[in-house]
């Protein structure tokens, strides 16, 4: 008895330490509530998860320090979890850390299931840092994702160190997933996301709210349209125009993704890693639009598409 005991425990042991620093569970990026924002990550991480890098600066953007950066050019990428690349994206592959270098800080604001009312919520905690330009990257979804101020999923915004990385691996993964396949649904990324139309006019006016703050601060805007797949295989979703008119409507530059992306798949080259979220290739292609939309904020919005390919040209 006392043998087996030993190896059982010795079992336990060697698990344990194989899911935490290979498999990399027991230290997830951790979220914090906020009384405006409704939640971000925790500032300050730097963590080690599925092998990638996750690191958070002091101002819970998935981005450098501001502080170590020094005196360059910035501009302020603001997102959800496309941008954010999630725990499967490491630190170096995100568009916004594949475009910063010594000319230019590209800092990546997001957090997953974010909507425009939690960006601007951002801004008005944190401002602009010193950045000339703002890149919207939104999609179709982000207009009807409103705060809620609802307790957090611990399985997908969790909020404290689990006990063990047994434990994560137990309480987080196999039992969600073996509910799913009782249930045969799948959960969401937070206790629920409010998808009623009448939202639609909320999210409008977060945007709209965005604008009129950086059009006070003197700040150039542009905004990126990132489609899913299921718009490249149905059509683009109603909500894609809608939030197309309002940046047009204040004279905003506006791009989106869909050839490029439709362009790859051709190809048998996948950006996706699900129905939206891009992976390696996809956050390739961000990176290529987030610099188009750098050139375009600069430009005059009539004919800025022209000037821009004779630019690149």
């Not at 990324?189 to 909320?202: H, V, W």
Request: aromatic share 6%; charged share 20%.
């Amino acid at each position: 008895m006392k043998s087996i005991l030993v190896v059982v425990t010795t079992l336990v042991i060697c698990g344990e330490l194989i899911l935490r620093n290979i498999v990399g569970l027991g230290s997830p990026p951790l979220y914090v509530t906020h009384p405006t924002i409704e939640y971000m990550l925790k500032p300050n991480q730097d963590v080690s998860r599925f092998g990638n890098h996750i690191f958070v600066n002091e101002y819970s953007m998935r981005s450098a320090s501001i502080e170590e950066i020094g005196d360059i050019p910035r501009t302020l990428v603001l997102g959800d979890s496309v941008i954010n690349g999630g725990n499967q994206t490491s630190h170096s592959a995100l568009a916004t850390s594949i475009l910063s270098d010594n000319n230019r800080f590209y800092g990546n604001v997001s957090a997953g299931s974010w909507g425009p009312k939690n960006l601007l919520a951002w801004l008005n905690e944190y401002g602009f840092l010193k950045a000339d330009t703002l890149i919207f990257v939104l999609n179709s979804h982000d207009l009807t994702d409103i705060p809620t101020f609802q307790e957090l999923n611990k399985n997908t915004h969790p909020t404290k160190k689990p006990l063990t990385a047994t434990t994560e691996l137990i309480e987080r993964y196999l039992i969600p997933r073996l509910l799913r396949i009782v249930n045969k649904r799948g959960s969401d990324a937070r206790l629920q996301i409010n998808t009623a139309s009448s939202d639609t006019d909320e999210g409008a006016g977060g945007i709209n709210d965005l604008i009129a703050m950086a059009k006070k601060g003197y700040v150039k805007v542009c905004l990126v349209q990132h489609v899913t797949q299921t718009e490249l295989d149905k059509g683009l979703d109603p909500n894609f125009f809608v939030l197309k008119d309002i940046f047009e409507g204040w004279g905003l530059p506006v791009i989106n993704d869909f050839e490029d992306l439709q362009s790859l798949i051709q190809t048998n080259e996948m950006p996706f890693r699900d129905d939206i979220h891009p992976n390696l290739l996809g956050q390739q292609v961000l990176a290529r639009k987030i610099s188009e939309c750098q050139v375009l904020a600069k430009l005059p919005q009539i004919e800025n598409i022209i000037k821009l390919e004779k630019i690149d040209g």
